[in-house]
């Protein structure tokens, strides 16, 4: 395993999707990566098509490396990883997220496919339910009560712990998470039918993590506010991130670098510099005094040369 967290790199169309859990992974631990977006296209002809070119080019030369080869992938350093729950559970070995003991682990990988189950409920009726007799609508509303939200609410039940399988977060906390958030952007297309009523351990769930001061950064970012799901869904897929249908000839899905992590952990050592006493801010003042003095001092040796 690659021990360069600067190499990293998270791939998936230009969407939240199945992206979303393993960025959220990145942005809890505050590694450094590189968000890779592959964004679908209207064809320039008349026939309202969709280009997907811009992953497809590109596939052709990366899966040299990895024959599986699809979206979403990882690439640390020399290796490359595909399958949504295999990615997860990669860096979820990778940053600490597989839990501390082999039942917990076990655990997760199970919640793992059962949230598998619930993402694949959402994606059939995302890009296969029609707005025309009202079928979108109802079919979302069937979607608060699905058989996988009655299940894991009866495991939080269960386990009386704050996350899935312990008080802190895991690999499987973040696709459900998202999952839920999926599902709550959908509630006004859903006639306002809901899940959270029905589903309190959920609810909380939902609540706590949505407020982990570790993705605050993330919440505020970019990635957050891209669409649900790709252009051609019925729900979920505007440019907005409203979870309203993309309409063929609007803006295109934005495009955008990432801001690295390690420019927000820098940001964190100053806000916490600024917390301490003043005697301790005079020591750290000192230091960085005498740093910057050796380091003009060692300059001035070299162009002396």
């Known amino acids: 395993m690659s021990s360069d967290s600067a190499t990293l790199k998270i791939a998936y169309w230009s969407i939240r999707g199945l992206g979303a859990p393993l960025r959220m992974m990145a942005e809890y631990r505050g590694v450094t990566y590189e968000a890779v977006l592959y964004n679908v296209t209207e064809k320039s002809d008349d026939a309202q098509g969709w280009d997907t070119d811009a992953w497809f080019g590109p596939k052709k030369q990366l899966a040299a490396a990895n024959p599986l080869l699809n979206l979403p992938y990882v690439m640390d350093g020399d290796k490359l990883i595909t399958q949504s729950n295999a990615c997860i559970v990669y860096l979820g ?4 997220l597989m839990g501390s003991t082999d039942d917990e682990r076990i655990e997760i990988e199970q919640l793992l496919c059962e949230s598998m189950d619930l993402r694949d409920a959402i994606v059939k009726v995302a890009y296969g339910s029609k707005e025309e007799g009202g079928q979108l609508k109802a079919d979302l509303a069937k979607l608060m009560s699905h058989s996988s939200l009655r299940k894991i ?3 939080f ?3 009386n712990e704050a996350f899935t399988v312990s008080g802190k977060p895991t690999a499987s906390d973040f696709h459900l998470w998202e999952l839920l958030d999926q599902l709550t952007i959908a509630v006004p297309f ?4 809901g899940w959270r009523d029905d589903h309190p351990h959920l609810a909380q769930f939902y609540d706590t993590f949505r407020g982990l001061d570790e993705l605050k950064h993330y919440f505020g970012s970019k990635l957050y506010k891209l669409p649900v799901n790709n252009k051609m869904a019925h729900f979920g897929s505007a440019t907005d991130g409203s979870g309203a249908k993309h309409e063929y000839g ?3 899905h934005p495009t955008f670098e990432h801001r690295s992590q390690l420019r927000v952990a820098a940001n964190r050592i100053v806000t916490s510099a600024r917390r301490v006493s003043p005697a301790m801010q005079q020591v750290i003042g000192v ?4 740093g910057i003095g050796l380091a003009l001092g060692l300059a001035k040796k070299r162009l002396a040369r």
């Open 153 to 155: 609410e009866k495991w």
């Open 287 to 290: 230091a960085i005094g005498v």
């Open 190 to 193: 859903a006639g306002g039918v």
């Open 93 to 96: 070995d990778k940053l600490g």
């Open 157 to 159: 039940d269960l386990k």
């Open 250 to 252: 609007a803006a295109p």
